[in-house]
């Protein structure tokens, strides 16, 4: 659907899984890349089973918490020191489930992912970098078309925003 | 206090080069509201870029037909009405006219807004009526003649709504506006909620700082190239990223798109320090409540 070479010329690493993602960077221009520099770095955490906080192990807890918001630090933290090193900007979008779509665990992480973007958003602006989040259910053409957006040029001016796709996000 | 050179600034695409194909809205009508200058009509500009034919809506006659004939100068057909948003009949008779000109309205764009900077206390009841009636009635009054129409004929149809960055914060020294923006994102998801079996999608962009001609921020001594150092992104925004943002969320490329308040501001609404400059309140600003007149 009107592809318009949004990404053309740009390396993006997708971590996670997410079909329509990487149909969408692909389609818009983008050269998908596991590893090293690039320009788009786009992280889809996988979601994590919905169960009451009382029947959660801290093990549990934790690899919620990691997968949710520690390791999209430290890899927007590496992918941040690249672009500066390279003098050049970039863009982070990260993807997963809305707030309190899950459990007491995924709802820390994701809030705890809002913040960030909104923080790292601010604290890399200068440096050309863009920081933004997108909490949804949805899974299809929509996602895909929206993170190429704000993986893209187009969306400069968008940075440290928070948001969903569908009524229910 | 100028951007340092070694600061990077992501910046758009050029006016010329679209994030979507020209025919992406072919067969569309989208009324524009407040689109005679502004915000309004760099979104009537970007529904024309698409391919949509634009029926342009403002307090004043003369700038809405000017504005139709700008964006007929991009090959568009438009036409340009004069409307007061917050009288239900004058809306009623707007979409008639658009509809009969034009073809039936597929699409809405919200922009009709007043906004300039004043201390609460010096706000008349006029004045703030009239702030937030057009933004807030207006937009309802809009809508819904938009949705019983697009329901009447069994045909979904989108609309985008104009809001603005500081509704998350409060805005000390316009007050009016602070309301009244606000309300336009908190009823654009309830829209979307009561339209979404129409399949009628409601989204807001929350704006914010592009300047025109006719913001109040564009008057600004030495213009606004000199504020472009207080926002976060290094820069104020370019219009026409504004406006291809609000054209975008109408298009199929973002059909599961609803409900959604998408904050284009780069920046300027968050928090930059735990440590701020010393407030002052607005009634003793030396430069007028927005701290720059």
């Given at each position: 659907m009107a592809l318009m070479g949004w990404l053309d010329g740009k390396t993006a690493q997708l971590v996670g899984e997410s079909p329509a993602i990487a149909a969408a960077l692909a389609g818009q221009g983008a050269t998908l890349v596991?590893?090293?520099?690039?320009?788009v770095l786009v992280h889809v955490a996988v979601p994590t089973l919905a169960r009451p906080a009382h029947e959660l192990s801290h093990a549990e807890w934790r690899a919620a918490l990691d997968i949710g918001v520690d390791q999209r630090f430290l890899l927007a933290r590496a992918f941040a020191a690249m672009c500066r090193a390279e003098r050049r900007g970039g863009a982070i979008v990260y993807v997963g489930a809305p707030?309190?779509?899950?459990?007491s665990d995924h709802a820390a992480a994701a809030g705890a992912l809002g913040n960030l973007t909104k923080t790292l958003g601010v604290e890399w602006a200068r440096d050309g970098i863009r920081v933004n989040t997108v909490l949804t259910r949805e899974a299809g053409e929509t996602l895909g078309n929206i993170v190429a957006y704000l993986a893209?040029?187009?969306?400069?001016?968008?940075?440290?925003a928070v948001m969903g796709v569908g009524l229910d996000d | 206090m100028p951007v340092p050179s070694h600061h990077i600034i992501a910046v758009p695409p050029?006016?010329?080069?679209?994030?979507?194909?020209?025919?992406?809205?072919?067969?569309q009508t989208v009324l524009v509201s407040g689109g005679g200058s502004g915000m309004g009509l760099a979104m009537a500009r970007a529904f024309a870029q698409g391919g949509a034919s634009v029926a342009v809506m403002g307090r004043n006659l003369e700038k809405a037909q000017a504005a139709a004939r700008e964006l007929a100068a991009l090959g568009a057909s438009a036409h340009g009405m004069s409307c007061d948003v917050r009288l239900p009949e004058q809306v009623a008779a707007a979409f008639d006219e658009a509809e009969r000109i034009l073809?039936?309205?597929?699409l809405l764009a919200n922009n009709a807004g007043a906004n300039f900077p004043v201390l609460a206390e010096d706000i008349s009841v006029n004045a703030w009526n009239a702030v937030t009636r057009i933004a807030i009635d207006g937009t309802f009054l809009c809508s819904s003649e938009f949705a019983r129409r697009r329901i009447a004929r069994g045909e979904g149809g989108a609309i985008i709504n104009n809001s603005a960055q500081y509704i998350w914060t409060g805005f000390p020294g316009d007050a009016h506006s602070a309301a009244a923006k606000t309300a336009q994102a908190t009823m654009t998801k309830a829209m979307a909620r009561d339209w979404a079996p129409y399949r009628i999608r409601v989204n807001a962009v929350a704006a914010g700082f592009f300047p025109h001609e006719s913001s109040t921020a564009g008057q600004h001594e030495g213009g606004p190239e000199s504020l472009q150092g207080m926002i976060p992104a290094g820069r104020t925004g370019s219009i026409h990223e504004f406006g291809w943002l609000a054209a975008m969320t109408c298009t199929p490329m973002l059909?599961?798109?609803?409900g959604q308040v998408i904050v284009q501001d780069g920046g300027e609404s968050l928090r930059r320090s735990l440590m701020m400059p010393d407030f002052i309140p607005p009634r003793e600003r030396a430069e007028g409540p927005w701290g720059w007149r």
């Open positions: 596991r590893e090293g520099n690039c320009d707030e309190q779509a899950l459990g893209s040029d187009y969306a400069a001016y968008v940075t440290g | 050029p006016f010329a080069e679209p994030p979507y194909p020209a025919n992406i809205f072919a067969g073809g039936p309205v597929t059909a599961g798109m609803t």
